[in-house]
Each structure stands twice: as structure tokens, then as C-alpha cells.
């Protein structure tokens, strides 16, 4: 049986765009956060205080990382820059966990093995 026929190929699939979905939404909120922290957007507006109501449980594990940099009422938040690193990289770790539990077939794995040494 070939790795692309096997029954774990398609859960695997799906799990992987569910992930990169949730992933990418996450990451254009986080983006919004910045852009309207760095333009000093008004916090009490609708969409501001929307953006960061829904961002600020993602940003807040990394809220005392570093200090917040202000530029004449900007905000540099350095700390949301952060967090999109960190998301990034614990998606990249879940798809490449969700990738070792695909059918290999012996061939494709002796190859695969032959290459690290």
C-alpha cells in the first residue's frame, strides 16, 4: 500500500488545513492588534476594541516579555510580534506531529533514512 492510499491520508490532510486555518486567522488578528497599536488607533472604537478584546488572550502570556515602546502615542508591542512567532512555531510543530503518523511505506522509508546519515 502506498502512502497517498493509505486511511490515515485524508484525516491527516484535513487536520493539517484545519490547523494552518486556525492559524492564519489567528495571525491576521494578531496583525490587525499591531497595526492599530503601532497607528495609536482610538481603543474606545468599535473595531479596536474588538480587535484587542479578541487578540488580548493570545497576547497575553507574552504581555511582560518586553517593554512596550511608545513613538509620540504609537505603540511598537513588541510582545505581538512575539506571540505570531510562537503560534507559528507551535503550528509548524503540530503539522509536522500530525505528518509522522502517515502510512510510510518501507522503500520511502529506507530512503528517507539513507538520507540523514
Known sequence: MDSYNSPTTKPIFR?????????????????????????????????????????????????????????AGSVFEWTTLLAMLVYLIVAWGIIKLFLMGRTVSTPEAAAKLDGIK
Do not use: D, M
Not at 486567522?25 to 495609536?40: G, M, N, P, W
Not at 488607533?41 to 516579555?65: H, K, L, Q
Open 15 to 71: 487536520g493539517t488545513q484545519i490547523v494552518w486555518y486556525i492559524l492564519a486567522l489567528l495571525e491576521i488578528l494578531l496583525a490587525f492588534r499591531f497595526v492599530l497599536k503601532i497607528a495609536a488607533a482610538n481603543p474606545n472604537s468599535g473595531f479596536a476594541s474588538f480587535i484587542y478584546g479578541v487578540t488580548w488572550p493570545f497576547a497575553e502570556p507574552f504581555a511582560t516579555v518586553f517593554r512596550l515602546t511608545k513613538i
